[in-house]
């Protein structure tokens, strides 16, 4: 093996493409060669649905599915949930002791959904300091490697700032530094090819989607406003369409042969949306039924869950003892 991996998501909705793309994918590749857990961080994500706890009970499941469905294996990989690891919270309590408010203000990540959650003026405690709650995930583990996103890499630097500190207040080398692991593609954009793909902006396309659903998101998506007859060149740059086909098309010579004919012109979108459907399809209609599969044992799900429950303690509760002898806080 060759190290520890931590990574997870939010429990607060279903996995999309983007997900897929930015960090499943590695994660399907890497449970081989590492020991990989994966949190389901059910207590991060109350941090902006505190007001809603019931989403966070139905999606951890929800998401479990799409892990199981996409290639994740619950016997290579050790899935479980935050909120029923308490050692997580201990270790994120003495954390806060060394990490300043004005660090965790400066957090690109963090000011943005700010901004978008309009907590402007009043910003809850829970939600200003996730970031520490993050890196007591990671170090509870001992993870050197984390295949996240490109949003969560100031999560990273902030974890590796509690690293430098905490081994040299307590004058011992208890942590080493983390890693990130960025996805080669770059981040999917949604099909509004606006924004980012993102379940809050409505322009996500779903693990779980039907294929109506499917259809009906590829007919909308975004391509280029200047192709208006089908004999006029068109654009590949900012053409959401040909993104897509280039993150999932696996033909790369078709793919080519599409791009050169759409530059020179005479290839319309509803062509090269009926081949993006058909290579989305072709991913999506065996994970579909996969997650179908699963869905049908709820019982297998549940003992997955603990079973990964008790896994992930025993090594956060070692941890957490080494964390307490450094801080002389083992009193007895
Ligand atoms: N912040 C991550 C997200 O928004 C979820 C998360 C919680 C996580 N703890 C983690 C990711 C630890 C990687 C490592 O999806």
Redesign the pocket.
Known sequence: MKGTI?????PTGPLHLG?YVGSLQNRIRLQDEYEQFI?L?DA??LTDNFETPEKLGVNIFEVLLDYLAVGIDPNKSTIFI?SQIPELAELFQYFLNIVTLGRLQQNP?VKLEMREKNFSNSIPMGFLS??V??AA??LAFK?NL????E??CP?IEQTNDIVSKFNQIYRKEIFKKVEPLLSHTPRLSGIDGKNKMSKSLGNAIYLSDSYAELSKKVKAMYTDPHHLKVEDPGHLEGNTVFEFISAFGHDLEHVEKLKQHYITGGLGDGVVKRYLLEILEDFLAPVRKRREDFSKDRGELVRILKKGNTLARAKAASTLDEVKRAMSINYF
């Open positions: 931590l990574t997870g998501d939010r997900h949190i961080a991060q994500g935050q990540t996730y970031p709650s993050q995930d990671i993870a984390v295949p996240v996103g949003d969560q999560m």
